[in-house]
Nanobody, 122 residues
Framework: QVQLVESGGGLVQAGDSLRLSCVAS??????MGWFRQAPGKEREFVAA????????SYADSVKGRFTISKNNAKNTAYLQMNSLKPEDTAVYYC?????????????????WGQGTQVTVSS
């Protein structure tokens, strides 16, 4: 079956960087996205990439700081997070949908990982 496994979260200070990874299995020709959810908040879109990595989309709150990429040979998506801010603190989830396009809405995604905690201190 389809499985997504995130890793790379942790506790960092403001201004630091983290690189999240998401290893996917059981899928082919899929788009991927990263979402995050803070306590008491709705799950929100962070970044998305299409199948071949040629099209990306970012939330305004992370644009210029985060970079999403995809390595199909390794079945892995990445989220490089630079200049982290305390407001970036959340559980980060990777997600996949059965399509080659870039998607930014939660309902588009069929599969979700378990999440990885990112905590940014002041």
């Amino acid at each position: 079956q389809v499985q997504l496994v995130e890793s790379g979260g942790g506790l960092v200070q403001a201004g630091d960087s983290l690189r999240l990874s998401c290893v996917a299995s059981g899928l082919s020709r899929y788009g991927m996205g990263w979402f995050r959810q803070a306590p008491g908040k709705e799950r929100e879109f962070v970044a998305a990439v299409n199948y071949n990595g040629g099209s990306v989309s970012y939330a305004d709150s992370v644009k210029g700081r985060f970079t999403i990429s995809k390595n199909n040979a390794k079945n892995t998506a990445y989220l490089q997070m630079n200049s982290l801010k305390p407001e970036d603190t959340a559980v980060y989830y990777c997600a996949a949908h059965q399509g080659v396009f870039t998607a930014t809405r939660v309902p588009t995604y069929n599969h979700w990982g378990q999440g990885t905690q990112v905590t940014v201190s002041s």
